[in-house]
T-cell receptor, first 111, second 114 residues
Framework: QKEVEQNSGPLSVPEGAIASLNCTYS??????FFWYRQYSGKSPELIMSIYSNGDKEDGRFTAQLNKASQYVSLLIRDSQPSDSATYLC???????????FGSGTQLTVLP | DGGITQSPKYLFRKEGQNVTLSCEQN?????MYWYRQDPGQGLRLIYY???????QKGDIAEGYSVSREKKESFPLTVTSAQKNPTAFYLC?????????????FGPGTRLTVL
């Protein structure tokens, strides 16, 4: 069974701090990794994709991938209360490149 | 506007009743997916389709059925055989061929069994 594991949290950080979200995956054949943000009662929104080892930055978001350690992380710099949401990590697996999702980490940014 | 639409937003089902959830996309995406999300859980794949008139079972297909008669439409039927259907149902789509399979989601349908 291919798995994606995340700390469920909740994770609380003060406004302006860096929030660090972590994810591990079991399928060494996974090629693509995604971070989705899900506000309460809403559908997931894709915020970051990463395919190669190293860092990928987009605005206040940085995704980090380490395939040797099977580890993906998301850093949110200068956290804002509007970043308060559940963050879902996902990876692709199989010939159909299906997504496997973690259970999500709930982030609260305190004003 | 391009996007994915799902209807209805809320749906109530009586015991023993089949219900159909609609999913339409105008993104010209080849692949479409149905997921189920339970409170505090990640998403679990029900069915997916990469081409018209073809679809594959996901991890939790029992009690569900789908059709893909048109590229833009992928309706999901929750049958009476699904014993615990109360959940948030999400439809997604992606471009194929695409090594990376970025999937984009519709707004979801919240199904409640009365």
């Amino acid at each position: 069974q291919k798995e994606v594991e995340q700390n469920s949290g909740p994770l609380s950080v003060p406004e302006g701090a860096i929030a660090s979200l972590n994810c591990t995956y079991s399928d060494r054949g996974s090629q693509s990794f995604f971070w989705y943000r899900q506000y309460s009662g809403k559908s997931p929104e894709l915020i970051m994709s990463i395919y190669s080892n190293g860092d990928k930055e987009d605005g206040r978001f940085t995704a980090q991938l380490n395939k040797a350690s099977q580890y993906v992380s998301l850093l949110i710099r200068d956290s804002q209360p509007s970043d308060s949401a559940t963050y879902l990590c996902a990876s692709t697996s199989g010939s159909a490149r299906q997504l496997t999702f973690g259970s999500g980490t709930q982030l609260t940014v305190l004003p | 506007d391009g996007g994915i639409t799902q209807s209805p937003k809320y749906l109530f089902r009586k015991e023993g009743q089949n219900v159909t959830l609609s999913c339409e996309q105008n993104l010209n995406h080849d692949a479409m997916y149905w997921y189920r999300q339970d409170p505090g859980q990640g998403l679990r794949l029900i069915y997916y389709s990469q081409i018209v008139n073809d679809f594959q079972k996901g991890d939790i297909a029992e009690g569900y059925s789908v059709s893909r008669e048109k590229k833009e439409s992928f309706p999901l039927t929750v049958t009476s055989a699904q014993k615990n259907p109360t959940a948030f149902y999400l439809c997604a789509s992606s471009i194929i061929p695409n090594t990376y399979n970025e999937q984009f989601f519709g707004p979801g349908t919240r199904l409640t069994v009365l």
